[in-house]
């Protein structure tokens, strides 16, 4: 196969010509990482429910261009997060921010998991307490149903 | 005629429903054998007519009868047949028709299967089940009717949406119903339970091989899911976090959380009226999902077209169905009995401990969904919880769920010792840490998730190792094979269960610690290099489709000048729709995908192409399709099919008593 | 309190929520600029391209800004609604062309009217993201002040016209 490319290489020179490195769309890749970076926390506004990084849409693509040229300007990640959420609201955000309302959001799972093992751990000692009544009553209840019998069988 | 017929056995079939789900239950509650004997027939019956209507829609698409107004809506006399036929279920109606046929399989599977259950029990479980396809029938019939006509006809179909245009969809839609649906039986089954006061031991039994059923099916159709939206949506990503992903994700929680206390009832005859809950919960998730995709009251990437009357129509159902089945826990739950003891620290103990992380993490899957909704509601604000959120926290939650996952299968039922297990254990621990520490370096990029992820993995699978091991040395028999074939399925079914989880993870934590992409600007000829592979885009050419009209690209992947493959991603444009979309191009491996897919075009027939180098993505779906056939194993345990079998010929105590021995 | 009922609790909460949730849009965004100060924007007019249409020159009075373009759809159904607000002369509606092409928006306005005393052109669509635009048509309620009072995202129609919007412009401008 290697031949083949070689000699159509040797035999056709404008395709060899054009047999060179792909350009990479991003002008400046370390722009772009961090371009990425915040988009995938984005929304897409118009879209049904993508990222910033998913969609094509054009207002996606305007939000995009906008975001780079802030990095460009070497903004911070929250002056650019501001930017956005002054414009379009919390809605833009895929990681809500910590406020009041949110605080259920943010401490829900956590609380679910300490009130859950908390839970758990009070249900099985009790049930163990539990488990231990009614055994000695059962074993008192046959005692008295032994005895019950007893008499009965005594004249 | 063909469409009236489907129509007017549907109605046949909610007559029936209703008979089914009124007589047997009466005839349970007095004791009155003639009227429970209706359930099987009823249950059977049912299942024929529904068949019939599906097979009536079935033949409106393939012979492209456009007066009927759900055909013209999702298909088109171009579109293949194969695809006309999953069309049936491309949209609202005719999906809601595939739920009740396959609830109506799922109630003919407990007719034959339930040989062994008291007649009462069994009356009303398929009492249960004909309750919840009346509704589900009255539904479609009211305000979701498959049949209706369009007069006049339409010339010719709108299509199926671009999206569902793929062999996804004819398989992913009725293997995720098999798995929503079947937790009705787990519900039904509960159901009856709580109605007629057997709530015991020999419950757990029956319920379980079902739950297991369900949840292989909703194993695979969610991984299939994810698949699908991989392939399909052509931005490499697996799973979004999205509503209707979240409501498929949560009655998998709820099914898994279920399977495992079954586990300790069936055992321990303990936490009867915990798993009833969780039988509950998970059937009513389903429908909660149901209720999401179809309301419109969250903005999904997959919704149905919606309308406010479905909506309402389902969260009334959901209303009876799940409020009337927790009045009726609340009323009898109390009365259960306690059933055996056990300390907690065991393994009961840890199967619960599992139960109250994954329960917790399916609350907080449930938070982030519907947070939005009830800040709207309240009129807070206008909030968006993506995949930044639940990854947060997802992970710390089911951290300790994983560790527990190594320990608990190691743990003595009843008593175990904490001390004696770290012990068995530190062979495991050892092995695992320094593994995910040092692999990540040797890979060449240390994160802590990645270790943490590569830990997690490692750990269920060195714990798995070590109690193999311990099991064996305790097996007499004279070969290796022979002594692992003699540990029974069912031990054999959760050893693989937990592997394939293992998997998933290392799937996961792979591709996200190591994935590369790149965006290109390829002229004809011009090569990229990506994760060691380098491809050559030789140009796009322009082809038509069945339905649409494509730009296919050619792209030649080599890697140290070794040709590796060549891909075609494709740019389609669907005529009827006028919709454009990404085929992307993969070529799957063991150790990674490549993934490309085309942009747009630029000047001078170069393109815009994104290159993905994804390892161990495939480990993602497999790990899933080996858990599923980790609950087929399960299943086929001999105590199940003995079971089965009972009825048809009574094994005499002795012989099964020598059978017991043998294992 | 018995414990079992913990579920039924939980489920009638939610059940509540999503029956409220049923009555909601989802796609319905509230826009935070409301009841701040419109950003400032100063664009060539569509008309003529010499001329800039700049928010300083709008200062003092009630305004609308109109956001449409000669591709949306939306921006044709509500256009009789603002051809004759335009001619009641309550209130002037200044329109923002979105990313369009030059020639095609004079063309519509040529053939649907022109409801706008100044349209000022957008081609970036920059001013649309400063205004948190994220679908045309969207047309804002400026008071004197230079402060926006009201968003409609989507088409003008009729009666959120006579119910909302008019009563407030009245408002506005006896202010």
């Known amino acids: 196969m290697r031949w083949f490319y070689l000699v159509i290489i040797l035999l056709l020179p404008g395709l060899a010509a054009a047999a060179y490195e792909a350009i990479p769309l ?43 040229e802030m990095i460009v300007k070497d903004m911070s990640d929250k002056e650019i997060i501001d930017f956005l959420v002054t ?69 | 005629m063909i469409p009236e017929i489907g129509h007017f056995a549907l109605i046949l079939a909610l007559c029936v429903a209703v008979v089914q789900g009124s007589l047997p239950i009466y005839g349970a509650a007095v004791g009155n054998s003639a009227l429970m004997s209706v359930a099987k027939p009823a249950a059977r ?18 012979a492209k009868d456009f007066s009927v107004l759900y055909v013209a809506a999702t298909s088109n006399s171009q579109l293949p047949l194969h695809y006309r036929l999953a069309a049936i279920w491309g949209a609202h109606e005719g999906s809601l028709l595939l739920w009740v046929f396959i609830l109506t399989i799922w109630m003919v599977a407990v007719s034959f299967l339930s040989a062994h259950l008291p007649e009462a029990m069994r009356a009303r479980i398929l009492g249960v089940m004909g309750l919840v396809s009346m509704g589900f029938l009255l539904f479609m019939l009211t305000v979701s009717n498959p049949f209706e006509r369009l007069i006049p006809a339409a010339f010719d179909g709108r299509d199926l949406n671009p999206l569902l245009q793929d062999p996804g969809m004819v398989i992913h839609p009725p293997m995720l119903y098999m798995g929503y649906v079947g937790f009705s039986v787990a519900f039904a089954f509960a159901i009856a339970a709580l109605f007629g006061g057997t709530l015991d031991a020999a419950w757990a039994r029956w319920s379980r091989p079902w739950t297991t059923v369900a949840w292989c099916f909703l194993t695979i159709g969610v991984a299939m899911g994810s698949g699908w939206a991989y392939y399909e949506l052509g931005w490499g990503g697996w799973w979004f976090w999205d509503p209707v992903e979240n409501a498929s994700f949560m009655p998998w929680l709820a099914g898994t959380a279920l399977i495992h206390s079954l586990a300790v009832t069936d055992k321990r005859g303990s936490f009867k009226a915990w798993s009833v809950l969780l039988a509950i919960l998970a059937f009513s998730l389903s429908l909660l999902g149901t209720f999401l995709v179809r309301s419109g009251v969250l903005t999904s990437v997959h919704a149905f077209a919606t309308d406010p009357k479905r909506g309402l129509f389902i969260l009334v159902f959901l209303a009876v169905v799940t409020g009337g089945s927790l009045m009726l826990y609340a009323w009898r739950a109390p009365r259960v009995g306690l059933g055996g003891g056990f300390s907690i620290i065991s393994r009961e103990g ?16 449930l938070l982030g969904t519907l947070y939005p909704l009830f800040l709207d509601a309240l009129d807070l604000g206008k909030i968006s919880v993506g995949p930044p959120y639940f990854d947060t926290v997802f992970v710390p939650l089911m951290t300790p769920a994983i560790f527990l996952m190594g320990i608990g299968p190691l743990a003595q039922w009843k008593k175990a010792s904490l001390p004696e297990l770290a012990m068995r254990l530190r062979w495991a621990f050892g092995v695992s840490v320094t593994t995910a520490l040092v692999l990540p370096i040797v890979l060449g990029h240390w994160s802590p998730l990645v270790s943490l992820g590569l830990l997690l993995a490692i750990w269920i699978a060195t714990t798995i190792a070590t109690d193999l091991r311990e099991r064996l040395a305790h097996t007499d028999g004279n070969s290796l094979f022979g002594r692992l074939a003699s540990m029974p399925r069912s031990y054999w079914g959760m050893v693989v269960a937990h592997f394939g989880l293992a998997l998933f993870i290392t799937g996961v934590t792979m591709v996200k610690g190591f994935e590369v992409e790149q965006d290109v600007r390829m002229n004809v000829g011009q090569t990229a290099t990506l994760g060691g592979y380098t491809f050559r885009f030789d140009g796009t050419q322009q082809y038509k489709g069945p339905n649409y009209i494509a730009a296919r690209g050619t792209i030649h992947v080599s890697q140290d000048g070794h040709d590796v493959t060549v891909m075609y991603p494709e740019k389609r444009r669907y005529t009827v729709q006028n919709q454009t979309m990404t085929e992307a191009a993969i070529s799957p491996g063991l150790l990674r995908d490549l993934y490309v897919s085309l942009g747009e075009p630029l000047d001078d027939g170069a393109w815009s192409v994104r290159l993905y180098h994804k390892p ?31 009825k048809d010929v009574e094994v005499p105590a002795t012989t099964q008593m020598a059978r017991q021995t043998v294992s | 309190m018995n414990r079992f009922l913990i579920p039924l609790g939980i489920f009638v909460v939610v059940v509540v929520f999503l029956g409220i949730g049923l009555t909601l849009n989802p796609r319905e965004l509230p826009s935070p ?26 200062k003092g009075q009630v305004w609308l800004l109109n956001f449409w373009a000669s591709w949306c759809g939306g921006c044709k159904t ?76 989507g088409p003008l129609r009729e009666d959120i016209l006579q119910t909302k919007i008019l009563p407030l412009i009245r408002e506005l401008q006896n202010q």
Not at chain 2, 618 to 626: A, K, S, Y
Request: proline share 5%; with cysteine; charged share 20%.
């Open chain 1, 87 to 155: 414009r379009y609201g919390d809605f833009v955000l895929y990681r809500p921010p910590l406020k009041t309302s949110t605080t259920l959001l943010w401490v829900g799972p956590f609380l679910l998991l300490i009130g859950g093992s908390t839970a758990l751990v009070f249900a099985l000692r009790r049930r163990q307490k539990k488990l231990i009544e009614v055994s000695l009553s059962e074993a008192e209840h046959n005692r008295v149903a032994q005895m019950l019998s007893e008499g009965a069988n005594r004249p």
């Open chain 2, 45 to 62: 019956g049912q299942f024929l007519l529904v068949l019939l209507a599906f097979c009536c829609l079935g033949y409106a698409f393939a």
């Open chain 2, 616 to 646: 161990f993505i495939d480990w993602i779906w497999g790990g899933c399709l080996v858990m599923a056939m980790g609950g087929v194993l399960a299943i086929s345990d001999r105590r199940y099919r003995l079971a089965w079998r009972r």
């Open chain 2, 350 to 365: 840890m199967l619960l401990a599992n139960n109250v992380l994954l329960v917790a993490a399916l609350g907080s899957v």
């Open chain 3, 78 to 153: 509500e256009h009789p609604v603002l051809i004759q607000l335009a001619q009641s002369g309550v209130v002037p509606i200044y329109g923002m062309d979105y990313k369009d092409r030059r020639e095609e928006a004079l063309a519509w306005l040529k053939e649907w009217g022109n409801p706008y005393p100044i349209v000022a052109v957008d081609e970036s669509g920059r001013a649309g993201i400063n205004y948190g635009v994220y679908g045309v048509p969207e047309t804002y309620v400026i008071d004197k002040a230079g402060v926006i009072r009201y968003k409609q995202i």
């Open chain 3, 33 to 58: 600029l409301v009841g701040k100060p419109a950003p400032e924007f100063s664009l060539p007019q569509l008309h003529d391209q010499q001329k800039v249409l700049s928010t300083n020159d709008l």
């Open chain 1, 26 to 68: 991003a002008e400046n890749p370390q722009v772009e990482a961090r371009l990425k970076a915040l988009a995938v926390e984005l929304r897409c506004l118009v879209c049904q429910n993508q990222t910033l990084a998913d969609s094509n849409a054009p207002l996606a693509e305007d939000l995009r261009r906008e975001v780079r």
